[in-house]
């Protein structure tokens, strides 16, 4: 079975700080990971993805992340916070064996930035 | 329109009562996805159809639940004899193919409370 895990459901940082918001999974199968995002009063929307190939990945925004099989991780980072990145965000694991979309994500963090 | 449409966006009811949620997919989109969010947890996937296919209802949390869906474009979730555990927001979202690298695109939610 899989699962995810985000650390932390609640993240505060200042205008122009580091944003690294932690998620783990577990898979039994090689996953594809994802992170979306969700602005208040808004659906959620896909911020980036890891299937295959680079283990580094670039989102909108300025968001990455980076895809560690080792560590079972794929944490989300932003050099720089800005007022506009406050919002929900959930990861997400798929399978990749798998024939459908189906989705497991994580209870989600809620990034607060402080002027 | 261009997204997801979900409706109604707010439902109260009282305890007992059975509700419809209806969701209106992008267009030309197969697969839709219904998923709930209870307060301070993550998305619970309820249930996927994809074309004519036999719908994926593995997720549906009691018999109380259930969902339709005509042909590629509106689905319905009911739930019959509301309890209190089923307020939560439901989010329904498609993609244009069941395909496992996840870019769900999601409507605004219709959330549900049970008095």
């Known amino acids: 079975a899989q699962s995810v895990t985000q650390l932390g459901s609640h993240v505060s940082v200042s205008e122009g700080a580091l944003v690294l918001l932690r998620c783990n999974y577990s898979?039994?199968?090689?996953?594809?990971l994802f992170w979306y995002v969700q602005y208040p009063n808004q659906g959620l929307q896909l911020l980036l993805k890891y299937t295959t190939g680079a283990t580094l990945v670039k989102g909108i925004n300025g968001f990455e992340a980076e895809f560690k099989k080792s560590e079972t991780s794929f944490h989300l980072t932003k050099p720089s916070a800005h007022m506009s990145d406050a919002a929900e965000y959930f990861c997400?694991?798929?399978?990749?064996?798998?024939?459908?979309?189906?989705?497991?994500f994580g209870q989600g963090t809620t990034l607060q930035v402080k002027p | 329109g261009a997204g997801v449409s979900q409706s109604p966006s707010n439902k109260v009811t009282e305890k007992g009562k059975d509700v419809e949620l209806r969701c209106d997919p992008i267009s030309g989109h197969t697969a839709l996805y219904w998923y709930r969010q209870r307060l301070g947890q993550g998305l619970e996937f309820l249930i996927y159809?994809?074309?004519?296919?036999?719908?994926?209802k593995s997720g549906l949390p009691s018999d109380r639940f259930s969902a339709e869906r005509t042909g590629e474009s509106v689905s319905t979730l009911t739930i019959q004899r509301t309890q209190q555990e089923d307020s939560a927001v439901y989010l329904c979202?498609?993609?244009?193919?069941?395909?496992?690298?996840?870019?769900?695109?999601f409507g605004e939610g219709s959330r549900l409370t049970v008095l």
């Open positions: 898979s039994s199968v090689p996953p594809y």
């Open positions: 159809f994809q074309g004519n296919s036999a719908p994926d």
């Open positions: 979202a498609s993609s244009l193919l069941a395909v496992n690298t996840g870019e769900l695109f």
């Open positions: 997400a694991v798929s399978r990749s064996s798998s024939n459908t979309g189906k989705l497991i």
